[in-house]
């Protein structure tokens, strides 16, 4: 696996590693060992996957709470998506920056989303599979999330959100003190 860092620290792009041979190829997606040295959660309790019809389809920005923040490992199986994070760490340098990247079935590339980091995602193509790894169980009461259009945060999605659950609509922009 390659590791490459972003504008946020922590969250780190994941590129698989091919051995290719007349058959096709073999690469690791996962070394908990390998996350742990490079100081990245190695934790696995949770794997989920959401399934998305359209493309324009949102979901996000979620999160849990303390104590039951999350990190995630996230892979597009199918399709593309722009996959995002959020720093809401009040700590962080980078406090309130955002990252995103494609994610795809063609690319294989995954997105490593610390905790303390908001996630979600636009399609860019009908029928895209999101497969998640995640290092907490979900925890309803800790579910949480911010808007997905937040001026405070400003992340220029490459396409038009055509499709939003009215969980991810009713989210709250960051509070002004936050954004100041």
């Known amino acids: 696996m390659i590791f490459h860092e972003t504008v946020i620290r922590g969250v780190v792009v994941v590129e698989p590693e091919p051995h290719e041979d007349e058959r096709g190829f073999f690469a690791r997606t996962w070394d908990a ?3 742990d040295r490079r100081g990245l959660n190695g934790r696995l309790v949770q794997c989920s996957i959401s399934f998305n019809r359209r493309r324009g389809t949102l979901r996000g920005m979620h999160y849990q709470a303390a104590p039951h923040q999350e990190a995630k490992l996230v892979r597009c199986t ?3 998506i722009f996959d995002v994070a959020v720093d809401l760490r009040t700590e962080s340098t980078t406090y309130r920056r955002w990252f995103g990247t494609e994610l795809s079935a063609v690319n294989r590339l995954a997105l490593y989303v610390p905790e303390g980091c908001a996630h979600g995602f636009l399609t860019l193509t009908d029928d895209a ?3 998640y790894q995640i290092s ?3 925890a309803p009461d800790a579910a949480r999330g911010l808007r997905w259009d937040d001026p405070a945060i400003g992340i220029e999605w490459p396409g038009d959100v055509l499709v939003v659950n009215e969980r991810d609509r009713s989210y709250p ?5 936050a954004a100041a």
């Open 33 to 35: 060992e390998e996350f």
């Open 78 to 80: 199918s399709g593309s």
């Open 129 to 131: 599979e999101v497969a």
């Open 136 to 138: 907490q169980f979900h």
């Open 173 to 177: 922009h960051l509070p002004a003190e």
